[in-house]
């Protein structure tokens, strides 16, 4: 594809709005994977991110709006495996483990059931961020701005509750409610970000941002601008890929991802 081409194509409205979309779920991903991994909940959000078919699989089942259905459902799931996790004494890799579990098998028997449906399989597993509409586009800059909007106004606790949590209870922060709150941002994203890169590689657009930037910063605030604009512009040159050789786009984000952060890796060896 020649360069009159790629524009030609990047001047559609669908396309306009899928390299939005992947700007947007960039700074999404790379502002909370940031927490994600300095609070070592990586496993969480690959437990939300797989309970999503059976999130899927009973909107399909109920004849119910996907993206709603969706949000709500990971929102309730990653709440409930939080209450599990704080109110019993098993470990939190335990609990992870029994829910990731017993929700795929839920969704693997719900997903026999629906006649006809198997051909979206791959759109679960793999997501499509051409298809990315315009509520879609709206409910991520309401996100992206709730998110901010919280991380200014707490930004002293959100510190201390990452570095310190114990230190961060002595010292009265709200902690379980900051903690909710983060989970309720963290699962609507997984929600959102299920729709453009799929089940499989929810979990990467989340990590692999902010551990590339975590390699570079040490310093929390420079940590979460540079995660996010890592995210940013890898949504960005994956959609430039994913044109111009005809690949799909989810998973050339995600590569591109990939590719930034074992160049970065090497750097930082060698260094």
Known sequence: MNLADLLSLFSLPFMQRAVLGGVLLGILGGILGSFLILRRLSLFGDTVGHSAMLGVVLAALLELPATWTLMGFTVAFGL???????????????????SLSGSIA??????????????????????DILAISKTDIILLLLLLGITLVWIIISLPQQILLTVNSDLAIVKGVAVRRHRYF?????????????????????????????ACA????????????????????????????????DLPSGPSIV????????????????S
């Open 80 to 98: 409930s495996v939080i209450y599990l996790i704080d109110r019993t004494d098993l470990g939190s890799d335990t609990v992870l483990c029994i």
């Open 106 to 127: 839920l969704g693997t028997i719900g997903f026999s059931y629906l006649k006809g449906y198997q051909g979206n399989l791959l759109s679960i597993l793999f997501g």
């Open 182 to 210: 983060f989970i309720v941002l963290l699962a609507t994203t997984i929600a959102l970000t299920i729709r453009a890169v799929g089940i499989l590689l929810v979990n990467g657009f989340l990590v692999i941002p902010a």
């Open 214 to 245: 975590r390699l570079i910063c040490q310093q929390f605030v420079p940590f979460l601008i540079t995660a996010a604009s890592i995210g940013a512009l890898s949504g960005i040159m994956g959609m430039i890929i994913s044109g111009g050789l």
């Open 255 to 270: 590569l591109v991802q990939l590719s930034g952060f074992l160049a970065v890796a090497l750097w930082c060896r060698q």
